[in-house]
């Protein structure tokens, strides 16, 4: 079902100017009890077309239209139960207990006039609420995220059954419109891609290709910050199977010296995020001639670095956003900016991409110097390297690459004591991560098998040098996020 993402702000005539067949408010930070807190038009609930509120989506509904919003008493961050009304039109499938992924602090403690609660958990009594009449219909939950059981089936009744959307957008019709987007924005123009090896930069690259043919130039930057032998992979997979125009370039020196005594992890990001900018422009201008840069720039790299449409809240600068000087004369290419990670995936098998490059897990654009808690060092890089292989290694051999989000080893800024043999040992600490989620904006901790992690334990303490612990993070995001750093 096609959607468009507008900013609060926007009118309400604006809106209805483009026949919206519904309306979904969607979750965000602030309170409505904040000063300056994101407000939308009030008209929007005189349109006559049905509104759905998510979290703070609905705490807003409720006190625009007569309700009490107040502190919860107990905050919510994570799995909780509601019970539903199932002969709710949003909930007509559904069981009458779901477990849902809560993330609020705040509540409606007294209901608009004309609405009726149709859901409640233990800490909040109106977990879900409808005023049929004015065709309102709101969640405290989110039903957007892997972690809410049904939740889809929750957004789908309410664009099939209460806004009758027909649900006849494909994957295959955006390719063809993308790539006519591309075609025309570009013209007669060159245009130069930077190539991370991830599905994003990839399927961003076979896009634009396939508009304009060979007028797409690719470069690979080595920053010395891969995991192992991964450069050498990346260059060899591109060269085998993709008919791809690649330049690599190998600027570890670089990278790793402007990175001594370095240990805030933003100033991490904006560092590498630097380089790579000045590596990949003078890569560029040795090359030849370009108009255009494109990036494979997702929704989340927007929504998490910068607030693009609306007041969301930075949470770490990404590479790909907001971070080009103004001396480059690249005018962006940027055809995923609109989609999340699993949509990517999708768009790449209709590419026709084999599995190695669309199942690859996410890799931080700034490497394992974000996984490195503390000062970056080659010594320190080849701990995590080898740690970071056999987490890899493991989950592949238990069958849990693909059920996984993301799952990898971090360096700890911390050494403890340890006994190998009979000697005392004062030595590093490796953390564990791996995380299930859909699109990498929230994410719960996997449950991993007991003899995976086991396995994993025994494996690095053994074959690492300079290891004599690992630790299993068992954190959600929220209210943690997905990297450490």
Request: aromatic share 8%; charged share 25%; glycine share 10%.
């Amino acid at each position: 079902m096609y959607a468009e993402i507008l900013p609060f702000q926007t009118p309400a005539s604006e809106i209805a100017g483009r026949q919206p067949v519904g309306i979904i408010l969607s979750g965000g930070p602030s309170s409505v009890r904040d000063d300056g807190a994101p407000r939308c038009d009030a008209a929007i609930f005189e349109l006559g077309v049905p509104v759905l509120g998510i979290c703070y989506g609905m705490q807003l509904m409720a006190d625009m239209l007569g309700g009490v919003v107040e502190p919860a008493p107990e905050r919510e961050f994570g799995h909780a139960t509601v019970q539903v009304d199932t002969t709710s039109s949003l909930f007509a499938p559904l069981p009458e207990a779901v477990r849902v992924w809560a993330s609020h602090g705040d509540l409606v403690a007294s209901l608009p006039p004309g609405f009726r609660a149709v859901g409640t958990s233990d800490n909040a009594p109106v977990a879900a609420m409808e005023n049929v009449e004015r065709r309102c219909y709101a969640l405290l939950f989110h039903p957007e995220v892997a972690h809410t059981e049904r939740g889809v089936d929750i957004l789908e009744q309410f664009a099939a059954t209460v806004c009758g959307c027909d649900g006849d957008w494909t994957m295959t019709s955006f390719l063809d419109e993308a790539t006519a987007r591309v075609a025309e924005q570009v013209g007669d123009g060159r245009v130069v891609c930077g190539l991370s090896g991830g599905v994003d930069s990839t399927v961003a690259a076979m896009l634009i290709q396939r508009a304009i043919g060979d007028r797409l130039t690719c470069i690979f930057v080595d920053n010395g910050l891969l995991r192992l032998n991964e450069a050498a992979q990346i260059e060899g997979r591109y060269a085998e199977q993709l008919a791809l125009t690649v330049v690599c370039e190998n600027a570890t020196d670089r990278f790793l010296g402007a990175l001594v005594g370095v240990v805030d992890p933003e100033q991490k990001r904006k560092i590498i995020g630097g380089i790579f900018i000045d590596v990949f422009e003078e890569v560029a201008g040795r090359v030849g001639h370009f108009d255009f840069l494109a990036q494979g720039t997702l929704y989340p790299d927007v929504i998490e670095s910068v607030s693009v449409v609306g007041p969301s809240v930075p949470i770490k600068s990404h590479h790909n956003v907001g971070g080009l000087p103004e001396r480059l004369s690249f005018e962006l290419v940027e055809p995923l900016r609109a989609l999340f990670k699993d949509e990517v995936r999708r768009l790449g098998e209709e590419l026709g991409l084999d599995e190695l490059f669309v199942w690859r897990q996410p890799f931080p654009g700034p490497g394992l110097a974000v996984r490195i808690l503390g000062e970056v060092t080659e010594a320190r890089l080849a701990i995590l390297r080898t740690a970071d292989a056999i987490v890899a290694d493991e989950v592949r051999r238990f069958g849990w690459y693909r059920r996984l989000w993301q799952s990898f080893a971090i360096l700890l800024p911390i050494q403890t004591v340890g006994v190998m043999g009979d000697e005392r040992t004062y030595e590093h600490v490796i953390a564990i991560r791996a995380v299930d989620s859909r699109d990498g904006m929230t994410a719960d901790w996997a449950r991993l098998p007991d003899d995976l992690l086991a396995v994993i334990s025994s494996r690095i303490v053994n074959e690492v040098r300079g290891v004599n612990r690992v630790v299993y993070d068992i954190s959600s995001k929220p209210p943690s996020t997905i990297e450490w750093e």
